[in-house]
C-alpha cells in the first residue's frame, strides 16, 4: 500500500468552526489532491498541488484552502464549517509513470477524514 | 453530460459467476484508463490500468475500446470477496484531469 496517512480520521464539528484535515505521503510524489465524496455525486476535486507551494482549484473549492509547506504534507483547511461540508474527505497522490510510449498517472488514495459538521 | 458514466447496479451475482461492467467515457482525448475497487466505508483502491492492447490479471480483465469510448472489466469465478465498488476513471494524461464515474456496485452471494 501507498504510504499516505490522513488525520483526523473521524471529526465532529460545529458549523462556523475552522477545521484543519492534514494528508501526509511518504512517496515522494509531486502530486497531491484532496477530495470529497458524497453519496449521489461519487468523487469531486477540491484542490490539488503540483509541487511545493504550487496549488490550484478544483471543481468544488468554494470554503476551502489548503496549503503545501513540504513535498509530504497537504492541508485542507475549512474556514468556517458548514453542513454542507459533512461528507468524506480523502487525499490522493500521483506521479507521472512512463509505462510504454506515454505518460501516465496512476492516483492513489488515503484512508479518509469522514468529517461531520453539526 | 457526464465525463464518465457508469450503471451504478447493483449487479447480484453467485460465486462462481462471471460478470461485466461497462463505462463510457465522453472525452476522446482521454488517454489513461483505470479500474478501483472501493469497499464500504473504505478508499477507493487501484485495481488495474487499462492498456489498449487490454489487460489481464488473475481473474480480472480489463478492455479498452476507443472507438466507441468505453472500458470494460470482466471477473471470472466471481468471489465472495470480490463484493465492493467498483469505480472506473478516465485521465487525460494531465495531473490535474481524472474523472470519476459514480461506480458500479458487485454483489457476490454464496
Partial sequence: ?????????????ETGTPVTLRCHQTENHRYMYWYRQDPG????????SYGVKDTDKGEVSDGYSVSRSK???FLLTLESATSSQTSVYFCAISESTQPGTSITYEQYFGPGTRLTVT | RKEVEQDPGPFNVPEGATVAFN???SNS????FFWYRQDCRKEPKLLMSVYSSGNEDGRFTAQLNRASQYISLLIRDSKLSDSATYLCVVNSNNFNKFYFGSGTKLNVKP
Fill in chain 1, 1 to 13: 500500500d501507498a504510504g499516505i496517512t490522513q488525520s483526523p480520521r473521524h471529526k465532529v464539528t
Fill in chain 2, 23 to 25: 463505462c463510457t467515457y
Fill in chain 1, 41 to 48: 455525486h461519487g468523487l469531486r476535486l477540491i484542490h490539488y
Fill in chain 1, 71 to 73: 513535498t509530504e504534507d
Fill in chain 2, 29 to 32: 482525448a482521454s488517454q489513461s
